[in-house]
């Protein structure tokens, strides 16, 4: 699988377990490219490309969800403010579907909108010979509409509780933060308290936190961050 799908599929994607027999497992093989969407309001529309690279064909389903927070798929919302065609569609093996994305309504001016589309392999029946357990694929990938010059503006903190010091951010900008790695050091001593390599998004005008990453015993720290606005380094008291 190419980089920029294996990317995806870490990133955003959770693996249902669809029809059940003993052995193997199969799996559809799917690549998709670009692994988000960026549009403004004044071009609210683009594409992503599916690839089958497996074996077998697959029915897919595309969903289109607002997102205005957290980052897992319990917290999206159905919306018809985004169009993504075609909805339903079989994709042959080795065969490509472009997938067409439009904004309907008129986004905002001064704050980023954020989607979430959702790209779901139908499950299907298997052949009474065939041998293994059927997994679906679910890409969830995000869409935004970014008006011009908008950007993310994060506030950190370091906190202490009852059960162990707490990393929070709060992006007080008009677009997504987004937090690819970070690591945390004692700033004493500078050793390495915490690793976290899950991606993390942080909308506009909302917040994000890591809690009890470390005992409540812990001082000073020196944050580093791998994000879209570069990498950070903070020190943060607490």
């Known amino acids: 699988m190419r980089s920029f799908a ?22 559809t093989s799917l690549n998709v490219a670009p692994t988000r969407v960026e549009l403004t309001p004044a071009a609210r529309s683009g594409s992503i490309v599916l690839q089958n690279t497996g074996a077998t064909p697959t029915t897919i389903q595309v969903e289109t969800f607002a997102w205005t927070r957290g980052n897992s798929v319990e ?14 569609f079989n994709l042959p093996a080795g065969e490509r579907q472009v997938i067409r994305v439009a904004s309907r309504d008129a986004a905002p001016s001064e704050i980023e909108t954020a989607y979430r589309l959702l790209i779901t392999e139908v499950p299907v029946e298997a052949p009474e010979t065939a041998a293994g357990i059927r997994f679906a694929l679910r890409l969830s990938l995000p869409v935004f509409i970014t008006p011009l010059r908008a950007k993310a503006e994060p506030s950190w903190a370091w906190r202490r509780g009852a059960g162990g010091r707490t990393l929070e951010v709060q ?3 008009n677009a997504h933060l987004h937090i690819r790695r970070l690591t945390i050091h004692d700033k004493a001593s500078g050793r390495l308290l915490a690793e976290i390599e899950q991606p993390s998004y942080v909308l506009a005008k909302g917040a994000h936190r890591w809690p009890d990453l470390v005992p409540a015993t812990a001082g000073p720290v020196v944050v580093e961050a791998q994000t879209n606005l570069g990498g950070l380094s903070l020190d943060l008291e607490g």
């Open 171 to 173: 992006n007080n900008g």
């Open 6 to 27: 294996r990317s995806a599929l870490l990133a955003c994607a959770c693996l249902l377990l669809c029809c059940g027999w003993p052995t193997a497992a199969l799996a």
């Open 75 to 88: 917290a999206l919302e159905p919306t018809r403010g985004l169009l993504a065609v075609p909805a339903v």
